[in-house]
């Protein structure tokens, strides 16, 4: 499995932003959103199940950040409104067929794309 994020950029507070992240090889898994600022742990950010049925948010971010996906596409998208400088980071995608105790905490073994960063100006 390969994925493939982009989307991210530079936006002043309060702007928007979309970022995809594209898959190829094994994509019927469940994906999500990871970020991880400067200093800080990465934490998680959306997920969304692998037929696009379920999803949820971080608390940090309900209400302004919406996940879906396209599986024709083989794309998960990450909508992000009224983006606060404390959503800066580098967004990474990652895809999962396995999870530690809820389904949108990956295990080891998922997959990982390089990141995208995203920087919001105040």
């Not at 992240?21 to 969304?48: D, H, L, N, Y």
């Not at 990474?92 to 995208?116: E, F, I, K, L, V």
């Amino acid at each position: 499995v390969q994925l493939q994020a982009s989307g991210g950029g530079l936006v002043q507070a309060g702007g928007s932003l979309t970022l995809s992240c594209a898959a190829s090889g094994r994509t019927f898994m469940a994906m999500g959103w990871f970020r991880q600022a400067p200093g800080k742990e990465r934490e998680f950010v959306a997920a969304i199940t692998p037929g696009g049925i379920g999803s949820v948010v971080s608390e940090a971010v309900k209400g302004r950040f919406t996940i879906s996906r396209d599986n024709a596409k083989n794309t998960v998208y990450l909508q992000m409104n009224s983006l606060k400088p404390e959503d800066a980071a580098l967004y990474y995608c990652g895809a999962w067929s396995r999870y530690n105790g809820y389904w949108h905490r990956p295990s080891s073994d998922a997959y990982w794309g390089q990141g995208t960063l995203v920087t919001v100006s105040s």
